[in-house]
């Protein structure tokens, strides 16, 4: 299949371990937060969201940190599987700005090691 | 299957056509983005609807670009004389506006090539 992204930073996990995927965002209007999973040839795919009001949430597996001092999110896979492998990425948004768009980071590549 | 969907899935077109693509968005969600994906790059966005009503354009969306939502459940993006820096993956999102919240939901894209 097609590669989502083929200059993107690449994160390398063994199997059973956890990982931990970086975000930097720049704009501090932004309110909401969004981690997307995008497997080669398909769209993005939901992970989990957090709002600026929170700084951690945790879904099943998945946990995400908010840290709006020095605007930085994480994902924090707990023991990553095979399935985990795709091109992560972060998105903002902000409910005060005109128009709703999504502004997505770069994309961080996560290969499982078995 | 009842997420977002796109038509076609992949298209192959020579510089100068016309292409248009279709998105049916999640049944109950009454907003609908376009967003275009380079290789390598997250999506960017273009534009989106609010029922039928197109809210916002982004700077990207040039002249020959247009979007509709006629009755604000599907959506459709033609793209004229296609050139061949449109090659992307044109994206196509979902969502349920609440206060303070947006979940947009992608569809699976429509891969488009200009030879």
Known sequence: GESVGLHLPTL??????NS?????????????????KQESGKGPQFIIDIRSNMDKRQGQRVTVLLNKTVKHLSLQIAATQPGDSAVYF????????????????????????? | ????????????????????????????HNRLYWYRQTLGQGPEFLTYFQNEAQLE??????????????????????????????????????????KGKDTQYFGPGTRLTVL
């Open chain 1, 20 to 36: 931990i995927i970086n975000c930097a965002y720049s704009n501090s209007a932004s309110d909401y937060f969004i981690w997307y």
């Open chain 1, 12 to 17: 390398s996990v063994q199997e059973g371990d």
């Open chain 2, 57 to 98: 354009k982004s700077r990207l969306l040039s002249d020959r670009f247009s979007a509709e939502r006629p009755k604000g459940s599907f959506s459709t993006l033609e793209i004229q004389r296609t050139e061949q820096g449109d090659s992307a993956m044109y994206l196509c999102a979902s969502s349920a506006s609440r």
């Open chain 1, 90 to 114: 972060c998105a903002e948004n902000s409910a005060k700005a005109a128009g709703n768009k999504l502004t997505f980071g770069g994309g961080t590549r996560v290969l499982v090691k078995p």
């Open chain 2, 1 to 28: 299957d009842t997420g977002v969907s796109q038509d076609p899935r992949h298209k192959i077109t020579k510089r100068g056509q016309n292409v248009t693509f279709r998105c049916d968005p999640i049944s109950e």
